[in-house]
């Protein structure tokens, strides 16, 4: 009876989960990915949490439970990552955590407790890539709000076009308004370390953050402060490895930079090998390359972690070969990887003809990204506890699953005052 109640819990936390921001389709993979880092009296804790952030005021009443140990059991969790603690000025919010970013990097990002690493990386791997269910349900759709987004290498940028990019495109303007930094173990390689697919010699801690996400990476003991100089070592060992920097898909306030290789990131996987381009938004640049200038030598498309470059061979009119890069425009993330390695200055990043959307904060990505997979009346009702709250839920849901409804919120024209009116109503 107990395997028959606690298998209805973990088929009910996955529900749950799978109605945040970050879609989670349930499968095999996922109640035992579930079963392995929840137990039932967690998984039952967190199906009974809102969605939005909370006080433990709110909470308590929703979860049954009262002080000193609703204090003690929220504290648990975050160690484990499965709730976020947010420092509001005077006390804190708590949020259950998503996906990503979320339980996977915070799980495979611990170095305290009774750990299994390797098990937890299979299990990750399975349910990521075992089928395409996951990829499907979050990129399927031609979704354009995804969680990171690529930063440009900024020497690798056209001179004319380095006077326009922004504070928000720049690393060195990120760490330079930052007080405090943290570096933790990389989820995804720690997660290939244990798979034996790991091709990089980079040390493991290699994720870095800044600001309130540092704060909280500390605060539950998933990375260690650092100072300011050795944030800077890292991001100089990282151009020389060539590799891809990438950020929180907003314009204020990005939290952390990862460093990231083709051979390890499960972002580059999910564009490289199972075709999903908007796993990662591309920089607001795109890759050029002058053919005269280019000698066909192929390091910039063995550099490439994405394998957006090819090598054209031709038969000029004289009868000799030439060999130049080019460059696979859906696919470049405008990182300029490509460009660090090129020594014949035939490579450079230049502004894209398009514009690319970022939102302007976690509050209308998560608002967006939540609008775009169909949980956004989660967050809007988000009392699971409350009959009016699930009819609304149901109600809302429905509405916005309508595509014209969806596509009209998306667009330029309306997506403005849709966000204003969200902001309006919520305080911020």
């Known amino acids: 009876m107990g395997h028959i109640i606690a298998k209805d819990i973990y088929r009910e936390l996955g529900d749950k989960v799978d109605g945040m921001p970050v879609r989670m389709p349930w499968s095999d993979a996922m109640h035992r990915m579930l079963k392995a880092i929840y137990t039932p009296a967690e998984a039952q804790f967190i199906i009974r949490m809102p969605y939005r952030p909370s006080t433990a005021q709110r909470i308590g009443p929703m979860v049954g439970m009262q002080e000193p140990e609703l204090s003690k059991t929220l504290n648990s969790l975050c160690h484990k990552g499965l709730v976020c603690d947010i420092w509001q000025g005077d006390h804190y919010l708590y949020m259950i955590s998503p996906f990503v970013i979320g339980f996977f990097e915070f799980t495979m990002m611990r170095t305290k407790g009774e750990l299994e690493p390797k098990k937890w990386a299979e ?67 720690h997660e290939k370390h244990h798979m034996g697919t790991r091709e990089c010699d980079v040390p493991l801690e290699t994720c870095t953050s800044m600001g309130p996400s540092a704060e909280f990476l500390i605060r539950n003991e998933f990375a260690r402060e650092i100072p300011k100089g050795e944030m800077l070592d890292i991001f100089a060992r990282s151009k020389d490895y060539g590799f891809t920097l990438s950020t929180d898909n907003v314009q204020q306030d ?38 005269e200038a280019c000698n066909g030598c192929g390091k910039c498309a063995r550099a490439c972690p994405i394998d957006a470059i090819t090598i054209h061979k031709e038969q000029t009119t004289e009868g000799k070969p030439h060999c ?54 989660n967050i809007l009702f988000d009392n699971p506890n409350s009959k009016s709250d699930n009819f609304f839920r149901a109600v809302l849901g429905g509405f916005l699953k309508l595509s014209p409804v969806k596509k009209g919120l998306m667009s330029d024209a309306l997506r403005s005052r849709f966000m204003h009116a969200l902001r309006k109503g919520s305080g911020q």
């Open 123 to 189: 299990l990750f791997q399975s349910y990521m890539f075992g089928n395409r269910d996951f990829l499907e349900a979050n990129f399927g759709d031609g979704q354009i709000v995804s969680v990171m987004r690529a930063l440009p290498h900024e020497e690798t940028i056209r001179q004319q076009d380095h006077v326009e990019i922004l504070d928000y495109e720049r690393a060195s303007a990120m760490i330079e308004e930052a007080s405090i930094f943290a570096v933790g173990l990389c989820a995804c390689r």
């Open 254 to 291: 990005a939290g952390f930079i990862c460093h990231c290789c083709g051979c390890c990131c499960n972002l580059m996987h999910g564009i490289k090998y199972s075709g999903y381009p908007g796993v990662l938004v591309s920089s607001s640049f795109i890759a050029k390359v002058d053919a």
């Open 324 to 377: 130049w890069a080019e460059i696979n425009e859906e696919l470049c993330l405008g990182c300029g990887v490509c460009a660090l390695k090129c020594k014949f200055d035939a490579l450079d990043l230049r502004k894209r003809d398009q514009k690319v959307f970022h939102p302007e904060d976690s509050f209308e990505r998560v608002i967006l990204q939540s609008l775009e997979r169909g949980t956004l009346q």
